[in-house]
């Protein structure tokens, strides 16, 4: 790892311990949101995706803490970072609510190497139940980004984040949800960029000229696996659909 690779993991699990303690002392979330949800873009300038499993989780002092037990997360991004927009899928098996986070919600993206602690740049929506046990969550957010949680400098622990950071730097951040049960997570994944042409599904499809997951068959969990952590495709939602 580079030295400003190292300078910035120590930096994260500083913030990611101090925004720790304030989630277990009861302390009060920082700011207002800013963040909005919006319409899906026109198009896309990169995608990321992670496989979250609770063997990756770790806790404020970058201690493996085991999570949730045969849990698991897929999330999938894709962003427009000329217009500072993010759009998530994400969909998690064997997770057992009720969430618990002192950020604004529990499902986050956050700025850390492989197995260190690190603060939440992003809060997104947390998944909801779809009738089978499946929780799923999807839409667009635009920044400014906040998370509704005081680092220690006392600012939000999104501000100034911006989504060419999570590019330039995609090893350096992880996604997670938090319960009640399992407080440091009870999944995690380090992000992964997926290639703008796409990926061969496995699955009869590739992904298409167009920069976004639209028109795709999703891979199972196996076919994933067999892929590396390749992404999870889904289904381009339009702005008709998800605003109805």
């Known amino acids: 790892m580079s030295s400003h690779a190292r300078a910035r993991s120590v930096k994260a699990g500083l913030a990611g311990a101090a925004s720790a303690m304030l989630l277990l002392s009861g302390g009060q979330p920082a700011g207002a949101s800013t963040d909005q949800p919006v319409d899906e873009?026109?198009?896309f300038t990169s995608m990321f995706t992670t496989t979250a499993t609770p063997d990756q989780v770790v806790d404020m002092e970058s201690n493996p803490t085991p999570g949730e037990a045969?849990?698991?997360?897929?999330?999938?991004?894709?962003?427009?970072?000329?217009e500072e927009i993010i759009c998530y899928d994400i969909t998690l098996t064997g997770v057992t609510p009720p969430y618990m986070s002192m950020a604004r919600t529990a499902t986050h993206l956050h700025e850390a190497a492989a197995g260190v602690s690190g603060p939440p740049?992003?809060?997104?929506p947390n998944p909801e139940?779809?009738?089978d046990g499946t929780l799923t969550s999807s839409g667009c957010l635009q920044g400014p980004f906040t998370t509704g949680l005081a680092g220690p400098d006392g600012q939000d622990t999104g501000t100034g984040f911006t989504l060419a950071e999570l590019k330039a730097n995609i090893a350096e951040y992880y996604s997670?949800?938090?319960?009640?049960?399992?407080?440091?997570?009870?999944v995690r994944g380090q992000m992964t960029q997926v290639p703008m042409g796409g990926v061969d599904t496995g699955a009869g499809g590739t992904a298409d000229d167009e920069g976004g997951f639209g028109g795709l068959l999703p891979l199972s969990l196996a076919g994933l696996a067999a892929l590396g952590g390749a992404t999870l495709l889904i289904r381009r939602r339009g702005a008709t659909e998800r605003n109805g």
């Open 129 to 131: 139940d779809t009738g």
């Open 176 to 186: 997670d949800t938090h319960t009640e049960t399992y407080v440091s997570g009870a």
């Open 41 to 43: 873009p026109a198009s």
């Open 121 to 124: 740049r992003i809060s997104f």
């Open 70 to 82: 045969g849990a698991t997360g897929i999330f999938n991004y894709r962003v427009n970072s000329d």
